[in-house]
């Protein structure tokens, strides 16, 4: 896939599910409850015992109805295991110039870690795609208009904080979309697929108002 369309993607629904799990068969699980529900980004985190297999498994499977992304990427060693798995996108907790150069020559989606303008403005300078601003829990949804205010041209993605009762207001606010973990991928299948449901249906909601 290209770039834009990876982006476009990510942008079209709004919401990434970031997913810790410790298999592929809890990853696969997870997958298949956010798609039910209308979530077709997966970000695996680097946490996950042997991250990189269950991207590969998850690529193998179902190919580019499911956009499988790498988290909790810490460099660029890392970020190119994960490419070579499969990953389409790349995340990190902070950002690292050599993984954005990295991704940038593969012409992967980076999207790095950030919480203050001056972090903000060194990745996009490096090329970074979208900032994630994290962790959201740290400011909440009133955090966005205070950096579009000096930073207008920023594409912005919360993760960490970001639930059912104030996705619309990070949308609203300004963001390209938001990375959702427990409060998206914990309990049964069907409560997945419903969490899956209300966030898509709330940034829907936000979008249109």
């Known amino acids: ?56 498994d998850l690529t193998k499977e179902f190919g580019d109805s499911l956009l499988v992304g790498a988290g909790t990427v810490l460099d660029s060693e890392t970020a190119r295991v994960a490419i070579l798995a499969g990953a389409k996108y790349i995340v990190s907790p902070a950002f690292d110039l050599d993984t954005a150069k990295l991704c940038n020559r593969y012409q992967v989606p980076y999207m790095p870690g950030c919480m203050t303008l001056t972090e903000m403005i060194t990745a996009m300078e490096a090329g970074a795609d979208i900032i994630k601003v994290f962790p959201g829990s740290a400011f909440g949804p009133d955090i966005i208009k205070a950096i579009k205010g000096p930073l207008p041209q920023a594409v912005l993605m919360p993760t960490g904080g970001v639930s059912l009762d104030n996705v619309g207001q990070w949308i609203k606010n300004g963001c390209i979309a938001v990375g959702v973990g427990g409060n998206l991928t914990k309990g049964s299948s069907d409560d997945m697929t419903n969490a899956a449901k209300q966030f898509v249906q709330k940034v829907k909601e936000a979008r249109n108002n």
């Open 1 to 56: 896939m290209k770039k834009h369309d990876i982006l476009n993607r990510i942008e079209k629904v709004g919401i990434v599910a970031v997913v810790r799990a410790e298999n592929s068969e809890k990853a696969k699980k997870i997958a298949l409850a956010c798609m039910k529900g209308g979530v077709d980004s997966i970000e695996i985190t680097f946490t996950v015992p042997g991250a990189q297999k269950v991207i590969e």
